[in-house]
C-alpha cells in the first residue's frame, strides 16, 4: 500500500464548493505568505505588507506560532501518547503538518484537518499524505460549525478514545457574537478523559511586545481582509481551557512554549497552552 494515501470526508454531493476569491485578503493564504511560502495572491500580499509596515515581527511571529504546532504535537504524540488529531483551521499545508509530526511519532496516527478555504480545500486535496497505517483526511467545514465537524470526522475518528483538538491561530477569526467560548466547549464536551486542547490566539495584552503596533499592524491587516482578526487578552484565552488541566508552562507566548524542545528567541504576540481533560 502506498504512503500517499487520503481519504476525503467531504460529502460527494456538496459540488467543488465556492470559487476563490482572489481579490480580497484572506488569512490562510496571509499567513503562507508570512512563512514565505507561493500560495498566495496580491491582495493578500498587499494586505500582509501593510501590516508588517507597522509591527515588523509578524512574520517571525508567524513561523514561531508553526514551531509552537510542530512541539505541541510532537509532545502530544511521544508524551502524552495521544493517536488521534482533530486540527481545525489548518491553513495551506507546508512543510511540518501536524499529520506528518505525529506519524513519524506512531505511524498509526490518524489526523483530520478542518477548514472552510477553497485554496486549502484544493491543497489538501493535493497535498495531504497518510502512512499506510494511518489516515489523514480533510474536512470543507467551518468552525462556527462544530455538529457537522464532529458528526464528518467521526467517520475516521474514535470519540470514545483520546484525542487532540488543534486551534491553532483559528480563534482569533471567531467574533465573540459567534460564541467562541460556547464552541470551544462543544469540542471538549465531545472528547473523553485524557484528551487534550491545544490553543495559540493573537494576544491584546503580551509583556515585552510593542502592543501598540501590534495593534495598529492588526488594525491595517483588518483593513483589507474579508474577516478581521481579533486580539484577546490572556484572561480571555486563559477561559478556553475552563475545565481542563493545562500542561507545563501553562499559558504563555508561543516561543516560550517548552522553548527547550526547539528553541525560539524571537518575540511573538499570541499566547498559547496545550491542556488535558481530566
Not at 477548514?115 to 489523514?136: E, F, K, M
Not at 486542547?197 to 488594525?219: C, F, W, Y
Not at 486563559?238 to 475545565?243: L, V, Y
Request: hydrophobic share 40%; aromatic share 8%; proline share 9%.
Amino acid at each position: 500500500m502506498s504512503g500517499k494515501w487520503y481519504q476525503s470526508v467531504v460529502p460527494e454531493d456538496e459540488g467543488p464548493g465556492p470559487e476563490i476569491d482572489t481579490s480580497v485578503a484572506h488569512i490562510a493564504r496571509v499567513y503562507d505568505y508570512w512563512l514565505g511560502g507561493k500560495d498566495n495572491f496580491a491582495a493578500d500580499r498587499e494586505a500582509a505588507d501593510k501590516a508588517i509596515e507597522i509591527f515588523p515581527g509578524l512574520p517571525a511571529s508567524a513561523r514561531a506560532n508553526r514551531a509552537f504546532l510542530g512541539r505541541a504535537v510532537r509532545y502530544l504524540a511521544r508524551e502524552a501518547g495521544i493517536r488521534q488529531f482533530l486540527d481545525i483551521g489548518t491553513g495551506i499545508p507546508t512543510s511540518g503538518n501536524t499529520h506528518e509530526i505525529a506519524q513519524a511519532a506512531e505511524p498509526s496516527s490518524r489526523v483530520v484537518y478542518v477548514d472552510n478555504d477553497p485554496i486549502v480545500l484544493a491543497h489538501a486535496r493535493a497535498l495531504l499524505t497518510s502512512t499506510p497505517q494511518g489516515t489523514c483526511a480533510y474536512i470543507d467545514a467551518d468552525l462556527r460549525d462544530p455538529a457537522t465537524i464532529l458528526e464528518r470526522a467521526g467517520q475516521v475518528i474514535d470519540f470514545s478514545q483520546p484525542v487532540a483538538i488543534m486551534l491553532v491561530a483559528v480563534l482569533h477569526m471567531i467574533p465573540d457574537d459567534d460564541r467562541p467560548w460556547e464552541i470551544v466547549s462543544e469540542l471538549k464536551a465531545s472528547v473523553p478523559s485524557g484528551s487534550y486542547l491545544t490553543v495559540s490566539h493573537v494576544a491584546r495584552d503580551m509583556p515585552g511586545i510593542p502592543m501598540q503596533s501590534m495593534t495598529e499592524g492588526n488594525k491595517r491587516y483588518n483593513d483589507n481582509a474579508a474577516e478581521p482578526v481579533l486580539m484577546r487578552t490572556r484572561d480571555q484565552v486563559s477561559a478556553f481551557f475552563d475545565g481542563l488541566e493545562l500542561v507545563e508552562p501553562g499559558l504563555v507566548s508561543v516561543p516560550h512554549w517548552r522553548s527547550e524542545v526547539d528553541p525560539l528567541p524571537s518575540p511573538a504576540p499570541l499566547w498559547c497552552g496545550v491542556a488535558r481533560k481530566p
